[in-house]
């Protein structure tokens, strides 16, 4: 037998010794750890199965409007195939019904999309992943953030996006709400999502300096471009949530 023989002949057992290894360290704890092994041996791998099978399903929905032929003359494209491999990677992980929407919708459009490339699409992806539903949420809302607009959406997430506002008499649970909500803001400004907005001038319309910092007075917040962008290829055209 050749070495490569040998190895792949051997890779299989090493596995098994390790899993092995594991069930026998992880059992002398009584509780946690039967319960971490039937998580690793069980639990875990019927989840990703079903999920990945749910994400075929939305994906399926996604790509039947686009010709068969066209998909499959890309899977000989390797920026391709490494969207999907992406795609499938995060489908794999997620833990919602929406994440798989999102995903699925990335890929398809990026078989629509002449203007963004698959590089660029798995981009998207990857940026996707660096946020999480409930951040999903807040950067959607900011699409129109004026009062009493988007009143279907808003009600939906109305657990989500419900202004805590925080007293001298809250309770912890309500300063920690606060706290969380500040933190989504906050993770998806670093990644530029959001921009600043700043304020101008009622009288000569030019904009208006801190005199403190000499830089320019933020008035807030309002969504980017490359926010935009995210939202259009995860399914939210025009504002619309993904079916």
């Known amino acids: 037998m050749s070495e490569d023989g040998r190895a792949n002949a051997l890779a299989p057992n090493s596995a098994d010794y390790v899993a092995s290894a594991a069930k026998a360290v992880l059992g002398v704890v009584p509780f946690a750890g039967s319960l971490l092994v039937e998580l690793a041996g069980t639990v875990i791998p019927n989840q990703r199965i079903d999920r990945i099978a749910r994400f075929a399903a939305e994906l399926e929905q996604r790509l039947a409007n686009i010709e068969r032929e066209v998909i499959r ?5 390797e920026d391709f195939t490494d969207l999907m491999e ?22 398809a459009n990026s078989l629509k999309s002449e203007d963004i490339s698959f590089v660029e699409s798995k981009h998207l992806l990857r940026l996707l992943d660096e946020i999480n539903d409930i951040e999903v949420i807040w950067l959607r809302s900011s699409l129109d953030p004026t009062i009493g607009s988007d009143k279907d959406f808003r009600a939906r997430h109305r657990g989500v996006l419900a202004p805590v506002g925080v007293s001298m008499g809250s309770s912890q649970a309500e300063i920690d709400k606060e706290t969380l909500q500040d933190s989504y803001k906050e993770h998806l400004r670093q990644l530029g999502l959001p921009r600043e907005r700043y304020r101008t001038d009622s009288r000569t319309k030019m904009p208006e300096f801190d005199q403190s910092t000499g830089g320019l007075k933020v008035a807030g917040y309002e969504i980017s471009p490359l926010g935009r962008l995210l939202l259009r290829q995860v399914g939210f055209a025009d504002g619309v949530e993904p079916g």
Request: no cysteine; aromatic share 0%; net charge positive.
């Open 73 to 77: 003359t890309h899977l000989s494209n």
């Open 86 to 107: 992406e795609g499938l990677r995060q489908a794999s992980r997620s833990t919602s019904d929406d994440r798989r929407k999102h995903i699925a919708s990335v890929i």
